[in-house]
Structure formats: C-alpha cells, structure tokens
C-alpha cells in the first residue's frame, strides 16, 4: 500500500465511445486496445446513467463512472469512465458526447491498491494522451492515502458514510442526494466521497461495486452514485444529512454494527481504513456480506471474539486465529481468561485439538486465570463442577503436550484463599479418586488442615469403592514429614487402623476419625477388620457407646471383628466386644462370651481390668456388666471376674451384683443355679430380709448331691434349722419336692424318719404336712400316697402274718393261700422305682 503519494505504473487499456463530428451516424466504438465486444461491455454500461439535461444543473458534465465487473464480463477489473462534451455536434446538430474508457486489470490494481481516488487524480482530472495506435498505455497512477480517505469519512460523518457501506453491502442502490438548497461539491470531491464510502467495505468490494459522479433519469443499474434524487427503489443518502436507515440484510446490518463499535473502540478512522484497504482476499462478482463481515471481525478479531465467548458463542477457529495472531503473553487478564475458558469448553466437549492449543498456549498465568473463573461461578456446587471439568480437560488432553499443567493448576486451585476447607477436601478426593491424581501441596494440605483432611477423609469413607491407599500414603507422609504431636488426631488413629503405628493415638483421635462421616463407627470397624486389627476396639470404645442409641449396625460390626468363634488371645479386645455387644444387645450368644474363650491367666487378668476401666464410673454400663456376666454360661472364668471385680468395686459394683442375684433366684428372669453362687455373695445375698430361705435350700441342695455318703440325717439336720425359725419356707419345700421326685418317696421318708428321731414332736410328720399344703407339689402328693399305700399293704400283711403266729396251731389250713393275693394287691401300688 502507497502511503504518500508514490505512484504505480501500470498498463491500462483503453477505449472511446462517440460520434464523428458532423455525421449523421449512431454512437460506436472509435478507438480501443481492446476487442470492440469487451470495450463495448463497459461504455454502454457507464453511458446509461444518460446524458445532462437543464433540469440538472448538479449534473453538468464531466461525469465518472468506476466499474468492476459486468453481467458480460464478470473477470473483476478496475475500469473508470468518463462522459465530456467537447462542443461538437453530429450531421443532426446533436450533442456529440464522448465516453472515454479505462481499463486496468484487477491482479495489478488490486496489488497495488488502487482507490478510485487515484485513478481520479492520474486518468481522469488530466487524462494523457492515448496512443496513435490500438495498443495500451502505461500509466502512472499514486496511492491515495488512508488518512486522505479517512478524513472524507470524518467529514462526511462516519455514521452516514458506514450506513451507506452497510446498505451496499446489503445490495442496495444508493443515491447521493444534495441537501435541500445546498449544492453538491465538484466532481473530483465526489470522487473522493465515492471512494470515502466504498473504503469501508473490504477492498474486493470494488470487484462488484460501481459508482458515478451523477446519473440522469435513466435506468441504470450502478450502485452508488449522486442524483438529484432517488428513483424508485433506490435509498437516498441526503449528503450532510442523516445516516441512511439500516440494511434489511441481517448480516449488512451486523457488519453495520461492527463498524460503529470499531471506531467507538479506537476513535480512529484512518486505522479502519488502513486494515480495510489492504485486508486480502479474493473478489467476488456480488455482495458477499458474510465474508465482509468476517473481514471486518478480524480487524478486531480479539475483542470481537472475545465478546461471543461472553455471550455464549465463539468459534474454535476464531480463537485458533486470535492465539497465533496475539500470544498469550502479549493479551490482557480479562481476554486471557475468556480464551481459556473457551479452550476448556471446546475441549471437554470432545474438542482434542483444542485442549492441545491450550497447552502450546499454556503460561504461568494460566492457573491463576482459570481458578480465577472457577471460583467466580457463583455457589460452592458450580464453581466444584467447573473445577472438575477444568482439571479433567487438562489431565485427559493438555498434560500430553504440556507436562505438569495438570499440578499447576490443581495446587493454584487447592491452594486458594478464597476456597472453603469442605470445597478443598472433596476436590483434593476427587482428583484422587477419578485420575489417581496428587500432589505434594494436596498432601501438605489434609496433613495440616484439619477440616480439610477430614472432609477428604469423608470422602473417602464414604465411596463404596473406599479404596485405603490414599489414606496410607497420606500416614506415610504424615510419619515421614511431622512429628506425632503435630499430626492431626483422625491421621494418628489412620496409623494405628492401618498397622503403620502402635500407638501415640488417644480415644479423641479415634473418635476424629470415624466422626468425619456419618455411619463412620460401623465404617471404621469394617476397615479394622479388613485391616486385622480387632485392637483398635478399645481406643474406639468411648465414641462406640456414645453412639450407640443412634448408629445402627454397630453392635454386628463388633461381632465380626471379634468373632465368638474364635480363640480369644487378648483379653483387653474381648471385654471390649463383650461388654458393647452386651450393650447394644449385639451378639449372637447370650453373657460373656469371649470370656469363656480366655485361657491364659494374663488375657483373664486385662479383660477384669478393662471391665473395671469401663464400668468404674458408669452405672449403666455396671448394669449391663452384671447383667450379661449372669446372662451366659456361669463358668469358672466368669465367677473368677465377678470375684475379681467385686474386690476391685466393693461400693459400685456389689449392690448391683447382689440385686441381679436377688432377681434371679427369686424367679425374675432365667433361674440361677443357687449352688454356683460364691460363699461371699451368699453372705452377702443372705442379708436380705427375703433371703433368709437362701442358705438351707443351697445347704440342702449341696448335702443332697452329696454322694460319698448316705445324706439322709445331714439332710434332716438343715431342715431342722430352717424349721425353727418358723415355717418352712417355699422354696426350700420346692427343692425338697425336687429332690423327693428324684430320689422317690421312701428318701423324704428317711429324712422324716430322721428328723422325728432328732427332736421330739414328730417334725418329719409336720414335713409331710407343709408338703402337701396347696398346690404345688400335686405329683409329689400323688407318689408319696401310692408310697404310703404299699407301706400300708405291705405292714397290713406284715400284721397279719404276725397275728397268725400268735393263734393256735389249729389256725385255718385255707390261711396260707391268702398270701399271694395280699402280694398282688401290694404290687399294684408299687412304683417302677423303690429303693
């Protein structure tokens, strides 16, 4: 492009249209270095606009006319006419007219940028001569310079002179009116308005545009040009008047718009111009408002592309063009970001090449830009879901080509201030979980925060997959990277749940741990049996039962790790289990179970003393202790512990043991074997106003199992006792009853028999009555009437044979045949069993 006036030379073709002086004959073709047809094209389409009349006084001649291509010829050139009169006339006393033609091929006018501006000054204003013969001349023809054009505009108004652009690029006809009583300037100034308004369409535009100085009534079907006024359908443009209304094309009216926000933007029309002039691209025979508009955004192809993106559009390929034209380095914050964000759309969206243009673009500001837009989403949910998407594009697409964007930007985005710890943790997790992502600062940062280690440890142990791996990679840096006293408490619980630690973890630790999530007991048992470590029970154990009301499952999951089954080698996890299953009514098996699975004295030792640790100073768990060691199998191991923990909690523990016992044998509840209780808790059962029964039933019931010795006088012995203290009390007439259905009737005979030859009154007969009374012992009534029965047969005959000795010798012969019917008649009132 010219900028001064330096000159092209270029060779222009050249024709004249007209009449020999004073000949009678019709206008042809005089002289051309061109075919007569092709000269011909051009002539006859600039002489359409007419010829001056004397209603025109604006139209005096000369006039010019700048062509592109015709309907005839449609190869774009860059061809101008000009209409004189020299005074001549024809063999008519007509006007002879002449239409002078000059033809420059488009590649040189277009290389050299021709305006008609130029043309004007260099063929029309002082044309040169044309040659003697039919060959084309060079010319020399100089640039016009942008600010020239520029200054027209301004002087024009930009507004008018882009709304008459606009509705040529819309295919309209415009005519250029004079302002009611204002003359129009000269005709080279024309030019110049001409040339003003088609220099802000895009330079090919003159491919297709044709324009006049001025046109008369005629038809005519050139695009720009000056009249006295508008025909119909064509748009007058009132020179110094008011802009033009817009285009009906859509796209002319959007290029419209796109002029006057460049020059809104940069307030400078020459920079219009000058990009106008020299953008390249290829001519076209019709108005092509789509590429001109394309055109024109390139001009200002950042803001413009910018401004799509913000309003929900944008092309890839705009942005592609805008990146190689403007480097990341060289764009401000605001485009930068803008760009970005839409490479990160294109690309989630299944765009590959886009997040590869990311990376190759990719600078130190880029992750402070991008969180930058994350965290301005709005709420918390989808500023989360636009970091996922972020960091999910630069893991699957830009980590290839730009290595370590991916922890660029996942620490600027961690490591944010405006970040919540919640925000942070999930997404710490979340890049964990889906990508098997993390960093060093992610790390450092659930080590030291708490709130965000623990939001990430939710996370964790809330997935169904609940892989441990991050958790032992978070201990090891934990032990590698701080002391114990500053690792948060749930990371030191973690240690000793994984088997990295055996100890430095507190019962609050564990209670961190499995407090981050709800359900987080049952939880964290599932993982310490998976894990094998059943020990960690005991440091769970104060947060289990605070819980316990609330969380459901928990009683089962200590039941599966501590299993009942198994052996028991830790006496310090088996109370543990015993104790809460029998709290939370858990297990599968009544009492103290895992106590009976206890062998070795130390294990015996540790499970007292944990029971004592946990029931001290908490009545409600002594209750369920008493409770659940009664409950079960009244073993060894149990009333060792009950010895053991009434020693160690006389005041706490005894009355309560003492009540279950009460409740138990007064037959509330599962009857308790009397004869297991210890000699010190019948001591101290018998204290009890309502016990007092307590010691000869268990007396009796002791003596009567007795089988190195006859039991019958021991067993008189202690009925005497209890007899006198009154009335023989129930239940020991019921373990009398008991033992009398046993042993048969003739036993309880013995112990009458017995107790009659002990004290006089016959208190053996007072037995039998106490028996009987009521309804308590009808079998036994019934066994010892068919024993009184046979006793009565058989001392009845035993009479009988008596008094027959004492009669005479004489006695009746039938007598001894009576005998074995009397012998039947015992048999029938025999039982199966007599001793």
Known sequence: ??????????????????????????????????????????????????????????????????????????????????TTWDGSTDGTGAPSYAWRLTLLEWAEAGRAVLTWSGIDRALLSDPPALPGDAVPMTVAVPGTPPAELAEVIDQLGFDWAAGVAALLLGNRQVAITPSPGKALPDVSDRVRVLDAVCSLLPYECRAWLSAATWTGPSQHDLRLFFASAARTGQVPAVLGGNPPGEPRDETARAYLHGLRRLRAKTGDTTEIVTYLLTAAAEPATAPRPGAALRTLREADLIDVVVEEIRSGGGEFGDVRRVLERYPAASLDERRLATLTRFLVRSAHGGNAVAGSLLGEHWSERTPSLLVREVLGAGSPTLSFEDAKRYLGVVHNTVEACRPGSFDELFNTLVEAPEATHEWTGTLIYMADNEWGRNTDGADRLLVRESAIGKTWLRCLLNHEDRSLAPLHRLVQRARDDMAADVTPGWLRFAAVLLGESLDLATATDAAEFAGAVEGGGRITLEIARAQRRPEVLGLMWPRLWRVARTERGLGEAVEQLVPVGEPQTSGIVAADADLFCAAVRGGATAGMPRLERLTAE??????????????????????????????????????????????????????????ELHRRLTGRGRPLNDLEVPEYLMEELEKRYDLGWLRPVRDFRKAAQDQGRAPYQELARI?????????????????????????????????????????????????????????????????????????????????????GRQDSSDAAPGTATERPGVLRKMSRHLPGRSR
């Open 602 to 659: 130390e294990a015996l030792h540790d499970y007292v003393s944990v029971l004592i640790r946990r029931i001290e100073s908490d009545g409600e768990l002594r209750r369920v202790a008493v409770e659940a060691l009664l409950g079960g199998e009244l073993s060894g191991n149990t009333w060792w512990a009950i010895e053991e923990l009434s020693r160690a909690l006389p005041d706490s523990l005894l009355p309560q043991l003492c009540e």
């Open 719 to 803: 009925v005497l006792e209890a007899h006198e203290q009154g009335r023989l009390p129930a239940p020991l007439l019921d373990a009398i009853a008991a033992w009398t259905l046993e042993v048969g009737a003739d036993g309880l005979e013995r112990v009458a028999w017995h107790m009659d030859g002990l004290v006089a009154g016959f208190p053996g007969l007072e037995l039998y009555a106490a028996v009987a009374r009521g309804d308590r012992h009808g079998e036994l009534r019934d066994q010892l009437m068919n024993h009184s029965e046979i006793q009565r047969a058989r001392h009845e005959w035993i009479l009988t044979e008596l008094r």
């Open 1 to 82: 492009m010219n900028e001064g006036l330096g000159e092209e030379r270029l060779t222009a073709h050249w024709a004249v249209l007209g009449k020999h002086p004073g000949q009678t004959m019709g206008y042809e073709v005089l002289r051309s270095s061109l075919p007569d047809d092709r000269a011909s094209t051009y002539l006859w389409k600039a002489s359409a606009t007419g010829a001056p009349g004397d209603r025109d006084p604006e139209g005096e001649l000369p006039w010019r006319v700048f062509l592109g291509g015709t309907d005839t010829h449609p190869e774009p050139v860059c061809a101008s006419v000009e």
